[in-house]
């Protein structure tokens, strides 16, 4: 099964080349990095991996994950965050989901569970999980869901998965409320392949219909915002049209067109 993330597709090349500069800054994470103070960030490779680590943790803290859980990670990429989690927490039933079969082969070479946790990575769509009701504690989307066909039927499936007392956390770019319904969608990026994006309200009614609270909404943009800088020099030595997109990106964000938010769904 594989997806059109032209991204994606960059950094799989350069890994398959054994680029040394993808092979550290990808050992984990394939997602946008918070920096404490963005205005002084160094914005090499050491400091935007920490950044990295910094927004998985921020997530983690967020969902309120506990030893003892059922945790699924939908878009799972590399692996990065069910590492954090295998790291921090035991016993715990670790899943990964990714519709991207090239990234699970990544993952699975690269992270191995401690004694006392389970890991399982599964090929699939998250807009058709075939998971049994009632399966997790929490279910994790982390800078993915903007890439699903469809964001309603995703929270159709986590209220089903979830059991009493769950929750699903992620993170998406938000719109502002009064844009125009699909003024920022597209299936043909040169680098962010096909994507959409809704507002804060759109979240709130799709998680009302299926028993989802929205309880937490925050706006991170501003510590998110070096990433477009770091990635576009990374990616840009040699995919110079993925430069050019992440900063038309950043410009839209510093405009207020697209919002990086953090957002938390209780099971009602």
Known sequence: MHVKLPYFDMILARLAQGDPDFEEAFRRHVHFGAWEDPDNAYLDRPDSIKAMDRLCLHLIKLADIQDGQDILDV??????????????????????????????????????????????????????????PRSFDRVLAVECIFHFPSRKTFFG?????????GNLTLTDFLQPEGAPAAHFDTTDDPLWGSHTAIGLQA????????????????????????????????????YPEAEAVLKESQLIMDLGGLGYCTLRFDLR
Do not use: K
Not at 83 to 107: C, H, K, M, W, Y
Not at 157 to 165: K, M, N, S, Y
Not at 208 to 224: C, P, Q
């Open 75 to 132: 878009g799972c990429g590399f692996g990065g965050t069910l590492a954090t989690l295998d790291e921090q927490f035991s016993p715990v039933r670790l899943t990964g989901l990714n519709i991207d079969e090239r990234q699970l082969e990544v993952a699975r070479g690269r992270l191995f569970p401690r004694p006392g946790n389970q890991l399982d990575f599964v090929l699939g769509d998250a807009c058709e999980m075939h998971f049994p």
């Open 157 to 165: 499936h986590v209220a089903r998965v979830l059991r009493p007392g």
């Open 203 to 238: 979240y709130r009614e799709l998680g009302e219909e299926v028993g989802l609270v929205l309880t937490h909404a925050h706006d991170i943009s501003r510590h998110v915002r070096p990433t477009y800088h770091w990635f576009g020099q990374l990616l840009g030595r040699h």
